[in-house]
């Protein structure tokens, strides 16, 4: 499920009993260094948003940062909320699964929410911070 889009990233759900999310730029770029430094700055600031809102909402053990692209060959970088509780803890979600417990975690779907609002003020801000300098160059030119 699609969480944000907007015109250089977007968001989806990875289906999990931990709050998942994988950040993709529209753009399939295979490496980071492949993409304008413009875009690697914005998908670091959409992962310290991601990041933050986890970490708010949730209250997680530990947020884990993953960027492998072996199976899916282009960048994208997976934020997971993990739980001492959860069924892999303290192993990786792709590791072995050590137990089997139901964690009793707030609304996925008011999450979204909130996550969604503040990515697209973020955005709403970048495209008029670029219409700004924009203007101001060729005003300069």
Same mark, same amino acid.
């Given at each position: 499920?699609?969480? /944000? &889009?907007?015109?250089? +990233? ?8 931990? @709050?998942?999310?994988? #950040? ?33 909402? /949730? &209250?997680?053990?530990? +947020? ?8 899916? @060959?282009?960048?994208? #970088? ?34 979204? &929410? ?28």
């Amino acid at each position: 499920m699609i969480v /944000y &889009k907007d015109s250089e +990233i977007y968001i989806e759900t990875e289906e999990s009993q931990v @709050p998942w999310l994988k #950040i993709f730029t529209q753009e399939p770029f295979r490496e980071l260094g492949d993409m304008p430094k413009e875009l690697r700055r914005r998908l670091w600031e959409v992962y310290d948003i991601v990041e933050f809102y986890m970490n708010f909402y /949730y &209250k997680p053990t530990k +947020i884990n940062m993953a960027s492998f692209g072996n199976m899916l @060959p282009r960048v994208h #970088i997976h934020v997971m909320a993990r739980f001492k509780e959860d069924n892999y803890f303290p192993n990786p979600m792709w590791g072995e699964k050590l137990r089997d417990t139901e964690l009793k975690l707030p609304s996925q779907e008011q999450f979204h &929410k909130e996550l969604h609002k503040a990515l697209s003020n973020q955005f709403t801000s970048l495209q008029a911070d670029r219409r700004k300098s924009g203007g101001e160059r060729r005003k300069r030119n």
